[in-house]
């Protein structure tokens, strides 16, 4: 079991500027405003500051997996790609991936977009590796 409030709180006092987006989140999260919350994890995830080591990927194991059978599938997706950027070693993200496909990627257009993205991705760490 996750201890999402903690989190959230624990996430809180990382940083002055951060503090009111990562309290924000808790307050969509704590009222199951699942619509709202998605579009602000769409922002956060998109955002520079939050872009940077593995931060993306610690939100996603301790907070977005908790409710993202909540989420439109499509922004899932999307928010999944940025997570999976952060993944250093090209088969896990591929992994983490097809395991969010089989986990509700019931319509064609969403698992076709998966496939693309992880097919990109796959592209992109090959010609990163033949370039250093």
């Not at 006092?13 to 951060?18: I, K, T």
């Not at 309290?23 to 969509?28: C, T, V």
């Not at 999307?78 to 395991?99: C, G, S, W, Y």
């Amino acid at each position: 079991m996750k201890d999402v409030p903690g989190f959230l709180q624990q996430s809180q006092s990382s940083g002055p500027g951060e503090a009111a987006v990562w309290h924000r989140l808790e307050e969509l999260y704590t009222k199951k405003l699942w619509h709202q919350l998605t579009l602000q994890v769409l922002d956060f995830v998109q955002d520079p500051c939050f872009a940077q080591g593995d931060g993306l990927i610690k939100l996603y194991e301790n907070f977005i997996s908790d409710f993202e059978h909540r989420v439109n599938p499509l922004s899932l997706v999307e928010i999944i790609l940025h997570v999976v950027r952060q993944m250093t070693d090209p088969n896990v993200a591929l992994t983490f991936l097809e395991k969010t496909r089989e986990k509700g990627m019931k319509d064609r257009l969403e698992s076709w977009c998966t496939d693309v993205k992880s097919m990109e991705m796959l592209v992109e760490h090959q010609a990163h590796d033949v370039l250093t």
